[in-house]
C-alpha cells in the first residue's frame, strides 16, 4: 500500500509567526521556531515533526502571506 506523504518548505523570511499554519495542520507537524527569529524579528515556522506530514495543504491554503509550499510524494 503505498502512503501519501508530504513535505513543507517555509519562506522563512516571509513568515509573520502568525501560527494559523500550525493551528491548521491536524497532524501537528509545523511548530514555531522556539528560538530562532527571521530577519523581521518572528519566530518563523518550520517542521517539527516532518514524518507525520500527509501532504493535505491545509496549512499552505491559511497561510495569508503565501510563506508555504506543499510538496506530496508517494511513499511504499
Ligand atoms: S501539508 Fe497538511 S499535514 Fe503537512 S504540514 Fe501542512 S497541514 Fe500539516
Ligand atoms: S500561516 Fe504563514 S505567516 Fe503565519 S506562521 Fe504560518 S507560514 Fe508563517
Known sequence: MANIKGTVTVNIKRCKGCDLCVTACAAKVLELHP???NNKGYHFVYMKTPE???????????CPDGCLTVYRKKSD
Open 52 to 62: 507525520n506530514c500527509i501532504g493535505c495543504a491545509n496549512c499552505g491554503m491559511v
Open 35 to 37: 528560538r530562532e527569529v
